[in-house]
């Protein structure tokens, strides 16, 4: 049974960091590429970072800089690593999976796989 089960989101300041964790099991993630998506209410689900196989990393204009896309195939987890984080940046995040490359803007084509998210509050 394929799951995408991702921790470390919560409540922080303007300014403040979190890592978020996505621990996968069921199929063989050193193969995919892995990604995070976030939804903010009332928008549209958006990719934020993609990471693929190889490593090569991605992200959205609105993140570069601040967030960093890392992967532990050994541990089958990828990692999202937020800094300097802003009331925009509220939303609740996914951790997504797919068999292809990353793909610039969209990161990925039609994940294979989704995780349940967790939700991200930044307010003072």
């Known amino acids: 049974q394929v799951q995408l089960v991702e921790s470390g989101g919560g409540l922080v300041e303007p300014g403040g960091s979190l890592r978020l964790s996505c621990k996968t099991s069921?199929?063989?993630?050193?193969?995919?590429?892995m990604a995070w998506f976030r939804q903010a209410p009332g928008k549209e689900r958006q990719g934020v970072s993609c990471?693929?196989?190889?490593?090569?990393?991605y992200y959205a204009d609105s993140v570069s800089g601040r967030f960093t896309i890392s992967r532990d195939n050994a541990l089958n987890t990828v990692y999202l690593q937020m800094n300097n984080l802003g009331p925009e940046d509220t939303a609740i995040y996914y951790c997504?999976?797919?068999?292809?490359?990353?793909?610039?803007?969209?990161?990925?084509?039609?994940?294979?796989?989704w995780g349940q998210g967790t939700q991200v509050a930044v307010s003072s």
């Open positions: 069921g199929f063989t993630m050193d193969h995919y590429a």
């Open positions: 990471i693929s196989d190889s490593g090569g990393t």
């Open positions: 997504a999976a797919e068999r292809a490359p990353c793909m610039s803007g969209r990161m990925l084509r039609v994940p294979d796989y």
